[in-house]
């Protein structure tokens, strides 16, 4: 069953019931003010760290569901009768429902009695504040008299105290209210200078700053008492639970549509101007006030979406595809590449699942993060890598995660994760291969954030790959650390205590734990590091790197192969993980995807064996599960990954962000059937249908659905943030339909599904529109291309004369 339906030419989903299985969220603001927000107005903003500069609060894991909002109250003032046009938080019934989940936008509206309100909320570009832009309409046939309310509460920034150190902030609220604009500046007196405001267009029949004003004793956001009475307490808050509510009356002829404008925003002030006038404890609004007023004004508001239109249209127009499947179309086009955009934005704070308190950015996880979005931002793309790279250790080490707002690796968490260095070459590659910009190489970068310690940003790369060679162990696999790409795998953690982290207990030297995983991630980053070096005229290292790559090649072949599929680690006991040997866990996705995807095996039949043992053992319906037989009870030797109940997480879920390594590696080996169907079982857009069973948004990729040996087998978890969006991107834009762009030029080298028969790209690289008509004539996937109306040889279209915009290709396939 469905909860909405696609809208694609609009590019939105459009949710037309509110009780969906969880709430569906969105993403507003995209550069540093961000909200999330759900289909039925819950949700929060926050200025560039969703733990550090919270401006307003949301509930997690609350009953019912979604507490805490952007709410607005509509109040028929001749019966007094009143609900929330976004059916939460009053729950009330309404007509005609919807909720328009855009790009960087939601519109969500409905009607009751004929009063038809509907509210626009988006981030201007370029600004630290959001609108929402409300219209009503009286569709009754005589006058209506209506009361509106809005309300936010105000989170006293740091997110983590907020939620716990009540006898401080309990007493430490403060609000000012001038000229209808509510501003909170908990803290401003004293060390921040940065405050909040919420404005409206309209004259204000009153307002509310204590939440216990506006609720009203032992009453919830359901029925707030000053809503309920049509009457604003015009309190101000003095400690307790700032926030902010306007109330605006209006009386509306038949037929007529009145707009409202809300503008919630953040601001600073400079440190040695914060108050007016000075030496008062005022705040100083000069520099806050015209923004204010600017958004206050209609056509200034519409000029601002339409330039985020327009914002969007850009991004998206750099890589547009029109295949015969319409859920590839509408995730290339539209939904991917967006959440590609969320998860550079959020890395994995924010979401529906993850708090914003707990991690900061991860090194693996932004890197990985590059591959989806590099095409659309590089300009972002380039000042990630180095942000990334700073945090690197001069071992070539790197801290697991940092934090936005200070740049700084995070020393709770450390590093030791020998995947993370890899990455780095991973991602550093992906956008040389993109912009051809190899001064990035040449940048002078910090490690460890301590000035002095600047290196090119080479040689960073090169002290990644010396971590990895530093660090090998008995089969001269690659050590596993605390865990690689697959965090729960712990190997080195031993862990009987209860509550301690799986991720930073470390109880064994780590000597003898080995990971055929990072050994095929390894073989990918030399090879890439080796074509850098080439690239960038470093003939020696080339060779050095290449060796690298055929080396470990070698050694997987002979210490990670068990005979139908590739081993997943040696333990710390130096027996094989993921072997037939193995009671539980015989066989795991990660080894099998990555070391085909880096092309291990591919000439002496194991890669085919392994992706064999994959579809055999591992695939279901619902996607790729992780591991076989689920562990059924805790191994301490394993870790974390033997915590969870059989089907879930890492330990047999299909975890999503894998999948397209199976994908990729399906296309290496040639079979575009597979690699279609494998990327399809885990579409959103194709699981729509099944929204009751997969009850997560079915316009982005999440996380995690459950396994087979889980009681809810394809229930999905962890939407938005996760690597999945990059993976799936990626896999689909440059392997399936394998238009990539390489070093020397644009590679055309699509492995679909045999029953396609064509499909059309337009992609802009390096400033140049290619128009790629693809063509099949027969089952294989041998190219012949011609460009431009010349027949050329190979696959690879070099890039054109200088000045050229557009270049046409035609491509056979077959
Ligand atoms: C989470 C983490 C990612 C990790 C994956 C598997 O998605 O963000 O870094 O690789 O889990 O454990
Ligand atoms: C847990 C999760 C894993 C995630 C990690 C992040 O181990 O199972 O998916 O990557 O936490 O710290």
């Keep these: 069953m469905k909860y909405g339906f696609f809208d694609d030419n609009a590019r939105e989903y459009v949710i037309t019931r509110p009780d969906t299985p969880y709430p569906w969220i969105n993403y507003i603001g995209c550069e540093g003010y961000f909200g999330i927000l759900s289909a039925t107005a819950g949700g929060y903003s926050y200025y560039r760290d969703a733990r550090l500069r919270r401006l307003t609060r949301g509930r997690y894991n609350n009953v019912p569901q979604?507490?805490?909002?952007?709410y607005v109250y509509v109040r028929d003032n001749e019966d007094g009768d009143f609900w929330s046009p976004s059916w939460m938080p009053t729950q009330s019934e309404v007509e005609d429902y919807s909720c328009r989940h855009g790009m960087g936008y939601s519109t969500i509206g409905s009607k009751r009695n004929g009063i038809r309100v509907s509210n626009r909320y988006f981030v201007?570009?370029?600004?630290?504040?959001?609108?929402?832009?409300?219209?009503?309409?009286?569709e009754r046939l005589v006058p209506a008299d209506l009361s509106l309310f809005s309300s936010v509460e105000f989170?006293?920034?740091?997110?983590l105290d907020d939620q716990s150190n009540f006898q401080r902030n309990l007493s430490t609220?403060?609000?000012?209210?001038?000229?209808?604009?509510?501003?909170?500046?908990t803290e401003y007196r004293e060390r921040r200078n940065h405050f909040a405001y919420f404005a409206c267009s309209e004259e204000l029949a009153g307002f509310d700053t204590q939440r216990e004003d506006f609720l009203g004793a032992w009453r919830g956001w359901d029925k707030p008492a000053a809503v309920a009475e049509g009457k604003s307490r015009n309190s101000v808050a003095h400690g307790w639970s700032p926030m902010g509510s306007h109330h605006v009356k209006m009386t509306l002829a038949p037929g007529e549509t009145r707009q409202v404008i809300f503008v919630l925003g953040y601001h600073e002030n400079d440190k040695d101007e914060k108050f007016d006038p000075p030496g008062s404890q005022t705040?100083?609004?000069?520099?806050?006030?015209?923004?204010?007023?600017?958004?206050?004004?209609?056509?200034?508001v519409e000029a601002a979406f339409e330039a985020l239109n327009r914002h969007w249209d850009d991004l998206l127009g750099v890589y547009q595809a029109e295949t015969p499947d319409e859920h590839s179309n509408r995730m290339i086009n539209i939904w991917n590449a967006y959440q590609c955009m969320a998860t550079f934005n959020m890395s994995r704070s924010a979401s529906s699942f993850e708090s914003g308190i707990g991690r900061g950015l991860g090194f693996r996880d932004s890197n990985q993060d590059l591959l989806g979005f590099v095409h659309m931002v590089p300009s972002r793309a380039r000042e990630r890598i180095l942000d990334i790279a700073a945090t690197q250790l001069s071992s070539g080490g790197a801290y697991h995660q940092y934090q936005p707002l200070t740049k700084k690796g995070n020393n709770d968490i450390g590093g030791d994760f020998n995947d993370d260095p890899h990455w780095l070459i991973i991602g550093v590659a992906a956008y040389l291969k993109e912009t051809g910009d190899f001064s990035i190489l040449e940048e002078p970068v910090v490690f460890d954030n301590q000035p002095g310690t600047e290196e090119p940003l080479y040689v960073?790369?090169?002290?990644?790959?010396?971590?990895?060679?530093?660090?090998l162990g008995p089969h001269g696999l690659p050590l596993i650390g605390r865990a690689d790409w697959n965090d729960c795998l712990n190997l080195n953690c031993f862990s009987d205590t209860p509550g301690e982290s799986f991720q930073t207990t470390t109880s064994k030297d780590g000597k003898v734990a080995e990971?055929?995983?990072?050994a095929g991630v390894m073989v990918l980053s030399a090879r890439e590091l080796s074509d850098i070096a080439k690239e960038s005229g470093r003939s020696q290292d080339a060779e050095t790197y290449a060796k690298v790559a055929t080396d470990m090649d070698a050694t997987i072949r002979e210490h990670g192969w068990d005979g139908d599929w590739f081993l997943r680690a040696y333990d710390d006991f130096g027996r094989p993980v993921g072997s037939k040997e193995n009671e539980e866990g015989k066989i795991f996705i990660e080894s099998q995807g990555f070391c085909v995807l880096a092309g291990v095996g591919v000439d002496d039949g194991k890669a085919r064996k392994a992706l064999d043992s994959v579809a055999k053992h591992l695939a279901t319906p619902h996607g790729i599960v992780v591991l076989q037989p689920a562990y059924t009870k805790y191994y301490i030797e394993y870790g974390e990954i033997s915590t969870y109940p059989p089907g879930y997480k890492e330990n047999a879920g299909i975890f999503c962000h894998n999948n397209p390594w199976v994908v990729i590696g399906e296309t290496v080996l040639g079979n575009g059937d597979a690699a279609f169907d494998y990327y399809t079982r885990i579409n959103p857009s194709a699981r729509e249908g099944i929204s009751d069973t997969h009850r997560l948004e079915p316009y982005v990729y999440a996380q995690?659905?459950?396994g087979r040996d889980a009681t809810r087998h394809g229930e999905a978890k962890n939407s938005w943030l996760t690597g999945t969006a990059a993976w799936n991107y990626y896999a689909i834009t440059q392997f399936i339909l394998g238009i990539r762009p390489e070093y020397e030029g644009l590679r055309v080298a699509p492995v679909i599904p045999e029953r396609w028969t064509g499909f059309s790209v337009k992609r802009i690289w390096r400033g140049v529109t290619y128009d790629i008509t693809i063509t099949r004539k027969g089952k294989g996937n041998d190219v012949h291309l011609t460009v431009d109306g010349k027949a050329i040889e190979g696959n690879l279209i070099a890039p054109p004369a200088e000045g050229t915009k557009a270049v046409k290709v035609e491509a056979v396939i077959g």
């Design 66 to 70: 979604d507490n805490g909002g952007r």
């Design 704 to 706: 995690m659905i459950a």
């Design 155 to 159: 989170c006293l920034w740091d997110a």
């Design 460 to 471: 960073h790369l090169q002290r990644s790959m010396q971590y990895a060679l530093d660090r």
């Design 124 to 138: 201007p570009l370029g600004e630290t504040l959001e609108i929402w832009q409300l219209t009503v309409t009286n």
């Design 283 to 300: 705040i100083n609004k000069k520099t806050v006030l015209p923004v204010i007023s600017k958004y206050l004004a209609a056509e200034n």
């Design 173 to 185: 609220g403060q609000v000012e209210v001038e000229e209808g604009v509510i501003y909170h500046k």
């Design 515 to 518: 990971s055929v995983f990072i």
